[in-house]
Each structure stands twice: as structure tokens, then as C-alpha cells.
């Protein structure tokens, strides 16, 4: 997946010795969370936070606050998973793109990321969603692939969506199958079916309904 195409240079960071009154300014004229910060030099510092900033008074200099900048970036080789990452870790909308020479390139957005992803197949395929759990020593991918496609289904996608000590969490992006074999034979394997397909539902349904007329009729 090719993110290079997507940096943005159309805000330039701002020079270390402009008053807090010109960060403020910026602000309010854009959308991000955060604006990147150069010296004299043009060498990249990090990047201040609106949070921040409107605590600060106005007519003193960004260099008096060094203190508060948040040295967070991405590289330009960096991979979508990572950049996501550090969107997530630091809470941005914005995320500073250096190259190998910590030369500022400009910044993605998040918006561009997450509309990058929809793009996707995980999103855009017909499927079905499963979340499965399990603990966390005894859980397999191979395995879990190996049930999925043993059931002429296609692992679209897959993710740890929730981890601790004991357990771990998947989410599951199926195509080209229904999805009641697959769940039934994940839980012949002891995988807990956290969320299901609406066929299963359906199946779990219909199985309540007929134990509770097996039971009318036996009285």
C-alpha cells in the first residue's frame, strides 16, 4: 500500500521563534490538533498542541515553551500499520512525514488514512464479520485459516481486537461462504463465538424453539 502519494506540504512548519499569537492563529484558521515546529535551521523540533498553546500567553515566544513540544513523527518508508499506530498512540489528526535524514516532508491526514483504508478489501468485499476468542496461549492464524478455508470460505482479513493476559480477540472478515459451518467448527475447536452471523442467530433460534416444544410435549 503506496502512502508516499499521500503527504501533504501545504502547511509549512512554524519557525521556534514566532509569538504563541501566531500559533494561536493557525489554529484557528485549520482543523489539526497539532502544528509542527522548525528551528532557524529549518530542522524539524515536533510538533505543539492546540490544548496546549491556548494556555500560553500570547505575546511570548514559541521558544520559551520548548518544554511542551511533542516530538512525534512518521518516516516516509513507514508502513500503513505503523502510521496508524502513531495516529492512535498520540492522538492526532495530523502526523509529521520525515525522511531518512529526519527531513521534514510535510504530513498525513488522518482522514486521507482512514478513507485509504475503506479502500481496502477487508471493507469493500462481501462478507461476513466473525469475532472469535480464545486463550491466549492456544489460539492459532494457521489454524484459524485452515477452519475457514476448510469450509470453502475466504479470509478477507483478520485483527486482534482485544488482548490481556488470559485471552485474545479476533475479528474475522469472511467472503464466499455462508458462515454457520465455520462458526460451528471453531467451536468444535474451543473457540469462543463472541459475534456471530445472523444465520447462526437464526440456527440458535430455531434449536431454543424446538428444546422448548420437546419439553410442551413431554409434560
Known amino acids: 500500500m503506496e502512502l508516499t502519494s ?3 506540504n501545504d502547511i509549512k512548519p512554524l519557525n521556534i521563534n514566532s509569538k504563541i499569537s501566531d500559533l494561536k492563529l493557525l489554529f484557528n484558521e485549520l482543523t489539526f490538533s497539532y502544528i509542527p515546529i522548525e528551528n532557524d535551521d529549518h530542522v524539524f523540533l515536533g510538533s505543539f498542541s492546540e490544548t496546549d498553546v491556548h494556555c500560553f500567553d500570547s505575546d511570548t515566544s514559541l521558544s520559551n515553551y520548548k518544554y511542551a513540544i511533542e516530538d512525534f513523527f512518521v518516516r516516509e518508508s513507514s508502513m500503513w500499520l505503523d502510521v496508524l499506530e502513531a495516529f492512535a498512540k498520540n492522538s492526532t489528526n495530523m502526523m509529521p512525514v520525515l525522511n531518512d535524514k529526519n527531513d521534514y516532508l510535510g504530513y498525513y491526514e488522518l482522514k486521507d488514512i482512514i478513507g ?5 478489501p477487508f471493507f469493500y468485499e462481501p462478507g461476513g464479520v466473525l469475532v472469535i476468542e480464545k486463550g491466549i496461549n492456544d489460539y492459532s492464524f494457521s ?3 485452515q477452519i475457514v478455508e476448510s469450509n470453502d470460505g475466504k479470509l478477507l482479513g483478520a485483527f486482534v481486537s482485544k488482548m490481556n493476559e488470559e485471552i485474545i480477540q479476533l475479528t474475522l ?3 464466499n461462504s455462508g458462515l454457520n459451518n465455520i462458526i460451528q467448527t471453531f467451536r468444535r475447536y474451543s473457540y ?3 459475534s456471530g452471523h445472523e444465520e447462526d442467530s ?3 433460534s430455531l434449536k431454543e424453539r424446538s428444546d422448548y416444544l420437546n419439553k410442551y410435549l413431554n409434560i
Do not use: A, H, M, V
Open 116 to 120: 485509504l483504508f475503506n479502500d481496502t
Open 192 to 194: 469462543n463465538i463472541i
Open 173 to 175: 472478515k469472511i467472503g
Open 202 to 204: 437464526y440456527i440458535e
Open 143 to 145: 489454524q484459524i485459516s
Open 6 to 8: 499521500y503527504i501533504l
